[in-house]
């Protein structure tokens, strides 16, 4: 499975845009980016995805770069309900479907 | 939007009782389903793919005698903890995905926290 690569933790201030970057140097070419991210004591909930273009949501935005190596979750105003952690992974298609967990970022979002 | 219950929300039982997990679709059909396993401060694990009508498909270290999947219809599958003991305590998690399609995303169950004594 390709594997991603995200920042451990990331503070920001309510109302306040958080960035949150992923690195994704061995994507395929039929890899979708998924984001997804989970509270505490709750199942993890789906954010955002996409394949090539930029995305954007009622949650959130996605930029993806243009060689599809990385890619950028933005969150446009924080509230301190968005403080979770925030999953980004890879789903491939030819793997059954499956997403592979890493680390996530652990979002803080201060007051 | 898409809505995936899980049941129990938590149990508490003796070590060596076999506990059971149901994870339901509530407003679309799953063809496919994923039972994760979470440990405090950890990431999910999946632990298997339950696959309507067919046998699941369990990941490598995962015992499927001790973890026992049934998705006997495309709305229900359930994991039966066989035998539990301390060790298997843990935060259980299904997922459920309308096709096998890449672009779709995986709408997740609360979870089921299991405590064994």
């Known amino acids: 499975d390709a594997k991603t690569t995200q920042p451990n933790s990331m503070e920001s201030n309510e109302e306040e845009p958080v960035h949150l970057p992923c690195n994704h140097s061995?994507?395929?070419?039929?890899?979708?980016i998924h984001w997804y991210r989970q509270l505490p004591s709750q199942g993890p909930e789906y954010v955002i995805h996409?394949?090539?273009s930029n995305v954007n949501n009622r949650m959130a935005s996605l930029a993806i770069a243009e060689d599809r190596k990385s890619s950028t979750l933005i969150l446009h105003r924080a509230t301190l309900r968005d403080a979770a952690v925030y999953y980004c992974?890879?789903?491939?298609?030819?793997?059954?479907?499956?997403?592979?967990f890493g680390g996530g970022t652990r979002v803080l979002v201060k007051p | 939007g898409a809505v995936v219950s899980q049941h129990p929300s938590w149990v508490i039982c003796k070590s060596g009782t076999s506990v059971k997990i149901e994870c339901r679709s509530l407003?679309?059909?799953?063809?496919?389903m994923f039972w994760y396993r979470q440990f405090p401060k950890q990431s999910l694990m999946l632990m298997a793919t339950?696959?309507?009508?067919?046998?699941?498909?369990?990941e490598q270290g995962v015992e499927k005698d001790k973890f026992l999947i049934n998705h006997a219809s495309l709305t229900l599958s359930t994991l039966t903890v066989t035998s539990a003991h301390p060790e298997d305590s843990s935060f259980y998690i299904c997922?459920?995905?309308?096709?096998?399609?890449?672009?779709?995303?995986?709408?997740f169950g609360d979870g089921t926290r299991l405590s064994i004594l």
């Open positions: 339950s696959n309507e009508g067919s046998k699941a498909t369990y």
């Open positions: 997922s459920a995905s309308r096709d096998r399609n890449s672009n779709q995303p995986q709408h």
């Open positions: 407003d679309f059909q799953a063809t496919t």
């Open positions: 992974i890879l789903r491939d298609g030819a793997a059954g479907n499956k997403l592979t």
């Open positions: 061995t994507i395929s070419g039929t890899d979708y």
């Open positions: 996409g394949l090539t």
